[in-house]
């Protein structure tokens, strides 16, 4: 009886120690699962927030396309049919007023036009 009673024993510690290992088991998958959900939500936030940025850069860039095509209309425009021939001068140097006149006289258009219109209209 009692080799038995020893058998019995070394089974219930046994399987003791197999509940406790399962329980500990449970325990670790369910922590890695959250971690997982976590780490799978965090990847959707950085794609959106990265197709976002890309979205921008294609906005940017194709503003700023369109600006450069409009001033080179712009400078085509004051560029002197006779002197065509010189159109690299001709075009740094009336490229050069425009951008003068820009950079000198848009601040003070719109502030003038912000004082008149109110401040939130010509946010820049």
């Known amino acids: 009886m009692s080799s038995g009673m020893r058998l019995a024993g070394k089974l219930h510690r046994h399987i003791v120690q197999l509940q406790f290992s399962e329980a ?3 325990r670790q998958l369910d922590a890695a ?3 997982l959900t976590r780490l799978e939500a965090q ?3 950085t794609e959106q ?3 976002e940025k890309d979205r921008t850069i294609y906005h940017n860039s194709l503003e700023a396309r369109n600006k450069v ?4 209309r712009t400078v085509q425009v004051f560029t002197p049919f006779k002197y065509s021939h010189y159109s690299c001068i001709n075009t ?3 490229f050069s007023s425009v951008a003068f006149l820009l ?4 601040p003070v258009v719109v502030a003038a036009l912000r004082s008149r219109c109110g401040h939130y209209v010509f946010a820049l």
């Open 24 to 26: 500990t088991a449970v």
């Open 33 to 35: 699962q959250k971690k």
């Open 43 to 45: 990847l959707l936030r």
């Open 49 to 51: 927030s990265m197709d």
């Open 69 to 72: 095509h409009h001033l080179k």
């Open 92 to 94: 740094v140097q009336v």
């Open 103 to 106: 950079f000198v006289f848009l």
